[in-house]
């Protein structure tokens, strides 16, 4: 018997699993009483599904999939803001004279005159930021989502190899998979989500609302593991180290080169309070999931939200740690997207 409470956690191989991975990397998970197993997973539906019955006590997971949910999983932390962008293949990246939006919609015009089908991008989750992301996106530009281009699921790890194959035009994904595609000469980077919503959110720690109510002292032992992980991954001194840790085959199994691009001028796990799970985001999730039809408008938002969001649990252990800035509400780096 080790004394340590068993914790079962999942995650998808992408860059912002590094508060998870570097938390049983270095002992976090263990010094704070845990015996954390780190589960890698091959779709965001996989996650959902295995944290709906319990086969996960939690997992690395896209923001709006737990509102999705509907309080039966929580967010007492965010894991990461930005990483995620619209990548399109280097043929559709020739076609579009200036690689916005509008450039898209006159391509789409003239694929539409000479009797050519839709184009195909994909993302990874409807539930997701990069859903929403890819939708706002096209629809500023001049292209109706649901008729002017065909949107299809794939699961992250498989994005490169569906467009190297043929099979999509352009995908929203999180990093390091953008940069990857263009290291293989696959795809061209359009735009960030920095540049689509400077320090916006992206994934959360979802944990299964039954942890809280029956386990609360392991689940404030995980929330402060994960948040000096989190720390340590900001460090710019840890910066090689950690995408040594990434790119090992059980972690993400990519080119260091290419999981090193977003960790250097996007991607924040922890500073300026990155950790707090905002209701503010969990609210304009919801707004968008209204939009695109996937939430009945006569739901009451903020009621779900506070259900989901748990900034409390996440102050709480933060402030156990020392880390004062936990008190922070105030975003004025982050404004929602107009």
Same mark, same amino acid.
């Given at each position: ?21 570097? $938390?049983?990397?270095?002992? !976090?998970?263990?010094? &704070? ?40 999983? @929580? ?129 959360? @720690? ?23 992980? $989190? ?26 080169? $290419? ?25 304009? !999730? @919801? ?25 409390? @649990? ?10 004062? &800035? $936990?008190?922070? !509400? ?9």
């Amino acid at each position: 018997m080790s004394g340590l409470s068993d914790v079962k956690l999942g995650f998808i191989p992408l860059t912002d699993c590094a508060p998870l991975a570097v $938390a049983q990397a270095l002992g !976090f998970f263990e010094e &704070e009483g845990l015996a954390v197993e780190l589960v890698r997973e091959g779709s965001w539906a996989t996650i959902r599904d295995k944290v709906a019955v319990g086969a996960l006590d939690g997992a690395h997971m896209l923001a709006p999939m737990a509102l999705a949910a509907q309080g039966a999983i @929580l967010a007492p932390l965010a894991l990461n803001r930005n990483g995620s962008a619209i990548t399109v293949s280097t043929a559709l990246a020739e076609a579009m004279a200036v690689g916005g939006a509008a450039d898209l919609a006159t391509v789409i015009a003239a694929r539409k005159a000479s009797g050519e089908g839709l184009l195909t991008f994909a993302m990874v989750f409807p539930h997701s930021m990069h859903n929403f992301f890819l939708r706002d996106w096209l629809a500023r530009g001049g292209v109706d989502p649901d008729q002017d281009v065909r949107i299809v699921v794939i699961p992250p790890p498989r994005m490169v190899e569906r467009m190297r194959a043929g099979e999509v035009d352009g995908f929203c994904v999180g990093a390091p998979w953008n940069a990857v595609a263009e290291a293989e000469g696959v795809g061209r980077m359009l735009i960030t989500a920095s540049q689509f919503w400077p320090g916006g959110p992206d994934k959360v @720690l979802g944990v299964t609302a039954d942890l809280e109510a029956q386990r609360p002292d392991d689940l404030r032992a995980c929330l402060r593991a994960v948040i000096r992980g $989190a720390a340590w991954a900001d460090d710019p001194d840890n910066r090689m180290a950690l995408i040594e840790l990434l790119a090992r085959p059980d972690r993400i199994d990519a080119a260091p080169a $290419a999981i090193a691009r977003a960790l250097e001028s996007e991607i924040v796990f922890h500073r300026d309070a990155a950790g707090l799970p905002r209701r503010e985001h969990g609210l304009w !999730f @919801l707004s968008q999931m209204e939009r695109w039809g996937q939430l009945d408008a006569a739901a009451d938002p903020q009621g779900l939200v506070d259900r989901v969001y748990r900034p409390d @649990l996440y102050r709480e252990a933060a402030l156990s740690l020392g880390l004062l &800035e $936990a008190l922070a !509400f105030a975003d004025p780096a982050s404004p929602v997207p107009a």
